[in-house]
Protein backbone atom coordinates (compact mmCIF):
# COMPACT_ATOMS: atom_id res chain seq x y z
CA UNK A 1 0.00 0.00 0.00
CA UNK A 2 1.58 3.44 -1.09
CA UNK A 3 -0.10 6.78 0.46
CA UNK A 4 -0.63 9.73 -1.89
CA UNK A 5 1.01 12.72 -2.40
CA UNK A 6 -0.76 14.98 -0.18
CA UNK A 7 -1.39 11.96 2.69
CA UNK A 8 2.20 11.29 2.71
CA UNK A 9 3.05 15.10 3.19
CA UNK A 10 0.91 15.38 5.84
CA UNK A 11 0.69 12.61 8.32
CA UNK A 12 3.72 10.00 7.12
CA UNK A 13 6.76 10.25 8.76
CA UNK A 14 10.52 9.42 7.51
CA UNK A 15 10.72 6.68 5.18
CA UNK A 16 13.08 3.51 6.32
CA UNK A 17 14.07 0.51 5.12
CA UNK A 18 13.41 -3.41 5.81
CA UNK A 19 13.43 -6.63 4.62
CA UNK A 20 10.83 -9.05 2.97
CA UNK A 21 11.08 -12.45 2.73
CA UNK A 22 9.35 -15.50 0.82
CA UNK A 23 9.71 -18.68 -0.28
CA UNK A 24 10.75 -18.80 -3.99
CA UNK A 25 8.38 -18.79 -6.65
CA UNK A 26 9.05 -21.05 -9.70
CA UNK A 27 10.48 -17.92 -11.66
CA UNK A 28 10.71 -15.69 -8.70
CA UNK A 29 10.09 -11.64 -9.69
CA UNK A 30 10.27 -12.34 -13.23
CA UNK A 31 6.83 -14.31 -13.09
CA UNK A 32 4.90 -10.94 -13.10
CA UNK A 33 2.69 -11.61 -10.38
CA UNK A 34 2.71 -9.68 -7.41
CA UNK A 35 5.60 -10.22 -4.29
CA UNK A 36 3.83 -11.53 -1.17
CA UNK A 37 5.83 -11.37 1.56
CA UNK A 38 5.98 -14.56 4.29
CA UNK A 39 8.20 -12.12 6.55
CA UNK A 40 8.85 -8.79 7.09
CA UNK A 41 11.88 -7.85 9.49
CA UNK A 42 10.44 -5.27 11.92
CA UNK A 43 11.99 -2.07 11.32
CA UNK A 44 11.33 1.85 12.70
CA UNK A 45 13.35 4.84 11.38
CA UNK A 46 16.25 4.43 14.01
CA UNK A 47 16.82 0.49 13.43
CA UNK A 48 16.13 -1.20 10.34
CA UNK A 49 17.86 -3.19 7.37
CA UNK A 50 18.51 -3.25 4.04
CA UNK A 51 20.50 -4.60 1.33
CA UNK A 52 19.62 -8.75 1.69
CA UNK A 53 21.83 -11.13 0.64
CA UNK A 54 21.02 -14.56 0.85
CA UNK A 55 23.56 -17.62 0.51
CA UNK A 56 23.24 -21.56 0.41
CA UNK A 57 25.70 -23.66 2.23
CA UNK A 58 24.76 -27.26 1.82
CA UNK A 59 21.10 -27.49 3.19
CA UNK A 60 21.43 -24.24 5.20
CA UNK A 61 20.77 -20.82 4.13
CA UNK A 62 21.64 -17.56 5.28
CA UNK A 63 20.55 -13.80 5.21
CA UNK A 64 23.41 -11.17 5.21
CA UNK A 65 22.09 -7.57 5.30
CA UNK A 66 22.72 -3.82 6.42
CA UNK A 67 21.77 -3.22 10.00
CA UNK A 68 20.99 0.59 10.76
CA UNK A 69 21.07 1.95 13.87
CA UNK A 70 20.41 5.42 13.97
CA UNK A 71 22.91 6.52 11.22
CA UNK A 72 25.38 3.82 11.50
CA UNK A 73 25.25 0.92 9.27
CA UNK A 74 26.87 -2.78 10.22
CA UNK A 75 27.00 -6.06 8.59
CA UNK A 76 24.35 -8.86 10.54
CA UNK A 77 23.89 -12.24 9.76
CA UNK A 78 20.82 -14.81 10.37
CA UNK A 79 20.02 -18.30 9.43
CA UNK A 80 16.93 -18.69 7.26
CA UNK A 81 14.60 -21.48 8.96
CA UNK A 82 11.57 -23.24 7.82
CA UNK A 83 8.76 -20.79 7.47
CA UNK A 84 10.74 -18.21 6.84
CA UNK A 85 11.91 -17.75 10.23
CA UNK A 86 14.88 -16.32 11.02
CA UNK A 87 17.95 -17.08 13.83
CA UNK A 88 18.81 -14.21 16.17
CA UNK A 89 21.12 -11.94 14.17
CA UNK A 90 25.13 -12.03 14.67
CA UNK A 91 27.13 -8.95 14.25
CA UNK A 92 29.92 -9.89 11.53
CA UNK A 93 31.64 -6.83 10.67
CA UNK A 94 31.45 -3.61 12.35
CA UNK A 95 33.78 -0.93 13.32
CA UNK A 96 34.21 3.15 12.41
CA UNK A 97 33.15 2.81 8.65
CA UNK A 98 29.63 2.51 7.75
CA UNK A 99 28.91 -0.78 5.97
CA UNK A 100 26.15 -1.76 3.45
CA UNK A 101 25.53 -4.43 0.62
CA UNK A 102 27.17 -7.43 1.95
CA UNK A 103 28.44 -9.13 -1.43
CA UNK A 104 28.71 -12.75 -0.16
CA UNK A 105 29.79 -14.88 -2.67
CA UNK A 106 31.75 -17.94 -3.43
CA UNK A 107 34.39 -18.48 -5.56
CA UNK A 108 37.62 -21.57 -6.18
CA UNK A 109 35.99 -22.84 -3.09
CA UNK A 110 35.97 -20.04 -0.96
CA UNK A 111 33.29 -17.61 0.61
CA UNK A 112 34.47 -14.29 -0.01
CA UNK A 113 32.12 -10.75 0.91
CA UNK A 114 32.62 -7.67 -0.41
CA UNK A 115 30.45 -4.80 1.64
CA UNK A 116 29.56 -0.99 0.48
CA UNK A 117 32.85 0.69 2.18
CA UNK A 118 32.47 3.79 0.52
CA UNK A 119 32.99 6.13 3.79
CA UNK A 120 36.29 4.75 3.89
CA UNK A 121 36.74 5.65 -0.42
CA UNK A 122 37.83 1.60 -0.75
CA UNK A 123 36.58 -1.33 -2.45
CA UNK A 124 37.45 -4.40 0.33
CA UNK A 125 37.61 -7.93 0.05
CA UNK A 126 36.80 -10.25 2.58
CA UNK A 127 37.21 -13.78 3.19
CA UNK A 128 35.52 -16.37 5.36
CA UNK A 129 37.64 -17.47 8.10
CA UNK A 130 35.52 -19.60 9.35
CA UNK A 131 31.92 -19.16 7.00
CA UNK A 132 29.40 -17.27 8.10
CA UNK A 133 30.76 -15.41 11.20
CA UNK A 134 34.30 -14.73 10.78
CA UNK A 135 35.71 -12.74 7.77
CA UNK A 136 39.29 -11.28 7.23
CA UNK A 137 40.30 -8.74 5.49
CA UNK A 138 42.17 -10.04 2.24
CA UNK A 139 42.81 -7.13 -0.01
CA UNK A 140 41.52 -3.60 -1.14
CA UNK A 141 40.82 -4.27 -4.84
CA UNK A 142 40.42 -0.67 -5.69
CA UNK A 143 40.73 3.55 -4.29
CA UNK A 144 37.33 4.77 -4.93
CA UNK A 145 34.12 6.01 -3.32
CA UNK A 146 31.85 2.71 -5.15
CA UNK A 147 29.34 1.96 -4.19
CA UNK A 148 27.05 -1.98 -4.19
CA UNK A 149 30.17 -3.71 -6.21
CA UNK A 150 28.60 -6.98 -7.55
CA UNK A 151 30.32 -10.29 -8.71
CA UNK A 152 29.45 -12.89 -11.20
CA UNK A 153 31.60 -15.43 -13.00
CA UNK A 154 30.85 -15.76 -17.00
CA UNK A 155 32.88 -17.59 -19.69
CA UNK A 156 35.72 -19.24 -17.42
CA UNK A 157 36.31 -15.74 -15.61
CA UNK A 158 34.82 -13.66 -13.05
CA UNK A 159 33.41 -9.79 -13.95
CA UNK A 160 33.09 -7.31 -11.18
CA UNK A 161 30.66 -4.21 -11.96
CA UNK A 162 30.96 -1.14 -9.43
CA UNK A 163 29.61 2.39 -9.56
CA UNK A 164 30.95 5.53 -8.17
CA UNK A 165 29.20 7.91 -6.76
CA UNK A 166 28.35 11.55 -7.65
CA UNK A 167 28.50 14.42 -4.86
CA UNK A 168 24.94 15.61 -4.26
CA UNK A 169 23.30 13.13 -6.29
CA UNK A 170 22.38 9.74 -7.01
CA UNK A 171 23.63 9.10 -10.06
CA UNK A 172 26.35 6.98 -10.31
CA UNK A 173 28.99 6.10 -13.16
CA UNK A 174 29.68 2.62 -13.54
CA UNK A 175 32.89 0.61 -13.94
CA UNK A 176 33.28 -3.43 -15.23
CA UNK A 177 36.08 -4.91 -14.36
CA UNK A 178 37.66 -8.91 -15.34
CA UNK A 179 39.67 -10.93 -13.07
CA UNK A 180 41.26 -14.62 -13.48
CA UNK A 181 40.76 -15.53 -9.86
CA UNK A 182 40.61 -14.19 -6.30
CA UNK A 183 43.93 -15.53 -4.39
CA UNK A 184 46.22 -12.68 -6.60
CA UNK A 185 42.80 -10.57 -7.72
CA UNK A 186 44.32 -8.40 -10.89
CA UNK A 187 41.40 -5.92 -12.16
CA UNK A 188 41.59 -5.77 -15.57
CA UNK A 189 38.83 -2.58 -16.40
CA UNK A 190 36.44 -3.21 -19.39
CA UNK A 191 34.20 -0.61 -21.25
CA UNK A 192 30.20 -0.49 -19.92
CA UNK A 193 28.76 2.00 -23.02
CA UNK A 194 25.17 2.87 -23.17
CA UNK A 195 24.17 3.32 -19.80
CA UNK A 196 21.36 5.01 -17.84
CA UNK A 197 23.07 7.30 -14.33
CA UNK A 198 19.76 6.76 -12.77
CA UNK A 199 18.84 3.56 -13.64
CA UNK A 200 22.39 1.12 -13.03
CA UNK A 201 23.34 1.23 -9.61
CA UNK A 202 23.78 -2.62 -8.03
CA UNK A 203 20.80 -4.00 -6.37
CA UNK A 204 21.61 -7.33 -5.73
CA UNK A 205 23.19 -11.11 -7.20
CA UNK A 206 23.46 -11.43 -10.94
CA UNK A 207 20.57 -13.86 -11.11
CA UNK A 208 21.22 -17.17 -12.82
CA UNK A 209 18.31 -18.89 -15.06
CA UNK A 210 19.70 -21.32 -17.66
CA UNK A 211 21.97 -19.92 -19.62
CA UNK A 212 20.46 -16.60 -19.23
CA UNK A 213 22.06 -14.22 -16.29
CA UNK A 214 19.75 -11.19 -15.56
CA UNK A 215 21.23 -8.30 -13.11
CA UNK A 216 19.43 -6.36 -10.77
CA UNK A 217 19.44 -2.44 -10.60
CA UNK A 218 18.41 0.39 -8.93
CA UNK A 219 15.82 3.07 -10.36
CA UNK A 220 16.88 5.93 -8.48
CA UNK A 221 15.65 10.11 -8.87
CA UNK A 222 18.05 12.63 -8.56
CA UNK A 223 17.82 13.06 -5.13
CA UNK A 224 16.54 9.45 -3.84
CA UNK A 225 17.39 6.06 -4.18
CA UNK A 226 15.47 2.90 -4.54
CA UNK A 227 12.17 4.12 -6.29
CA UNK A 228 12.34 0.29 -7.94
CA UNK A 229 14.30 -2.43 -9.32
CA UNK A 230 14.98 -2.59 -13.09
CA UNK A 231 16.35 -6.13 -14.61
CA UNK A 232 18.58 -6.38 -17.05
CA UNK A 233 19.98 -9.18 -19.90
CA UNK A 234 23.88 -9.20 -19.01
CA UNK A 235 25.78 -10.41 -22.19
CA UNK A 236 29.24 -9.36 -21.59
CA UNK A 237 32.26 -10.16 -24.36
CA UNK A 238 35.07 -7.70 -24.61
CA UNK A 239 32.95 -4.95 -23.32
CA UNK A 240 29.98 -4.87 -20.76
CA UNK A 241 26.72 -4.95 -22.08
CA UNK A 242 23.25 -5.72 -20.96
CA UNK A 243 19.50 -4.96 -21.97
CA UNK A 244 16.43 -3.88 -19.69
CA UNK A 245 14.26 -6.75 -19.43
CA UNK A 246 11.54 -5.50 -17.46
CA UNK A 247 11.02 -3.32 -13.87
CA UNK A 248 9.35 -3.68 -10.95
CA UNK A 249 8.00 -1.37 -8.39
CA UNK A 250 6.67 -0.91 -5.40
CA UNK A 251 3.21 -1.71 -6.94
CA UNK A 252 4.07 -5.36 -7.07
CA UNK A 253 5.02 -5.62 -3.41
CA UNK A 254 1.79 -6.66 -1.49
CA UNK A 255 2.98 -5.99 2.08
CA UNK A 256 -0.15 -5.96 4.21
CA UNK A 257 -0.84 -3.15 6.84
CA UNK A 258 3.11 -1.43 5.29
CA UNK A 259 3.12 1.77 3.57
CA UNK A 260 5.82 0.81 0.49
CA UNK A 261 7.02 3.64 -1.74
CA UNK A 262 10.08 1.80 -3.20
CA UNK A 263 12.31 -1.28 -3.62
CA UNK A 264 16.24 -1.22 -3.20
CA UNK A 265 17.93 -4.77 -3.39
CA UNK A 266 16.36 -8.13 -4.57
CA UNK A 267 18.37 -11.65 -3.77
CA UNK A 268 17.29 -15.39 -4.23
CA UNK A 269 18.97 -18.70 -3.13
CA UNK A 270 18.02 -21.93 -4.20
CA UNK A 271 14.71 -22.14 -1.68
CA UNK A 272 14.04 -18.27 -0.55
CA UNK A 273 13.48 -14.78 -1.84
CA UNK A 274 14.21 -11.49 0.04
CA UNK A 275 13.50 -7.79 -1.17
CA UNK A 276 14.17 -5.09 0.73
CA UNK A 277 11.52 -2.10 1.12
CA UNK A 278 11.06 1.44 1.24
CA UNK A 279 8.28 2.39 3.76
CA UNK A 280 6.84 5.08 6.08
CA UNK A 281 5.17 5.19 9.27
CA UNK A 282 2.27 7.14 10.31
CA UNK A 283 3.03 10.43 12.44
CA UNK A 284 -0.28 11.79 12.57
CA UNK A 285 0.98 14.68 14.91
CA UNK A 286 3.45 15.89 11.56
CA UNK A 287 2.18 18.93 11.08
CA UNK A 288 1.62 19.73 15.18
CA UNK A 289 5.06 19.18 15.40
CA UNK A 290 6.09 21.32 12.25
CA UNK A 291 4.07 24.61 13.61
CA UNK A 292 5.01 23.87 16.96
CA UNK A 293 8.82 24.40 15.24
CA UNK A 294 8.47 27.33 13.47
Known amino acids: MKPGGLLSKLFMGQYFFTIALREKQRHGVADGKPFCPQMIMPATKDDWSADPMLADDGDRTWLFYEAVKGEK ?25 HYSYPFVFRAEGNWYMIPESSAAAEVRLYRAASFPYRWELQTVLLKAHAVDTTVFARDGRYWLLTFLTEKGSERVVPRAYTLADWNTPILKEVSWPGYDTLRVRGAGPVIREGDKLLRPAQISQEKRYGDGLA ?7 DSYQEQLAFEISEKDIQAKGRFVDGLHTYS ?14 ADPFKMVKRLAHK
Open 268 to 281: ASNRYEAIDIRCRA
Open 231 to 237: FYHVNPA
Open 73 to 97: GRIEVVEVLDGCRLSQPTVILEDEC
